[in-house]
C-alpha cells in the first residue's frame, strides 16, 4: 500500500520489536483500536511524552484529552485520522507531547494504588 500510495520513504517496516525501545523514536503514537479496556500503549507513550491520536475506546478517556495531549477521533477512524493527517500544522504537538509527560505523573504506579485504595476507603465509608 506504501509504494501504491507513492511514499514508501516515509514508512518503515520492521516486524516484531520492543515496544518502549521502538517508541522512543515516534513523533506521536496512533491507536485505532475498535475495542479497549484500558490500553497500556497508551500508559507507555504518556511516559515517552508523546502525542496520542486515538479512538474513542474504553479508557482512553483518562489518558487523553482532546486537543490538549493529543486527538480523539470521532466517527469514521480511518476519515477522521486523515483530516488530522491533512491538517498536521493545525496542532502544537511538541506542547501536547509535553502535556502527555505531565499526564503520565498521575499514571505511576503508586498513584495507581492510592486511587484505588481511596476507592475502597470511600466505598467502605459510604457502607
Known amino acids: 500500500r506504501a509504494a501504491v500510495r507513492d511514499c514508501p520513504e516515509r514508512l518503515s517496516f520492521h516486524g516484531p ?3 518502549p525501545g521502538v517508541m522512543a523514536r515516534f513523533d ?3 491507536m485505532t483500536s475498535r475495542y479497549e479496556g484500558f ?6 507513550a504518556l511516559a515517552h511524552g508523546l502525542p496520542i491520536i486515538t479512538t474513542d475506546v474504553g479508557g482512553v478517556d483518562e ?12 466517527g469514521d477512524p480511518v476519515a477522521a485520522l486523515i483530516e488530522v493527517l491533512n491538517h ?16 503520565s505523573q498521575r499514571h ?10 481511596d ?3 470511600e466505598s467502605i465509608l459510604a457502607g
Open 88 to 103: 498536521l500544522d493545525d496542532y502544537n504537538w511538541p506542547l501536547m507531547g509535553f502535556h502527555s509527560r505531565l499526564l
Open 17 to 19: 520489536a520492543n515496544g
Open 119 to 121: 476507592a475502597y476507603i
Open 39 to 44: 490500553p497500556y500503549v497508551l500508559l507507555e
Open 63 to 74: 489518558m487523553v484529552a482532546d486537543k490538549w495531549n493529543g486527538v480523539i477521533l470521532r
Open 108 to 117: 505511576t504506579a503508586e498513584g495507581m494504588f492510592q486511587r484505588i485504595m
Open 28 to 30: 506521536v503514537l496512533v
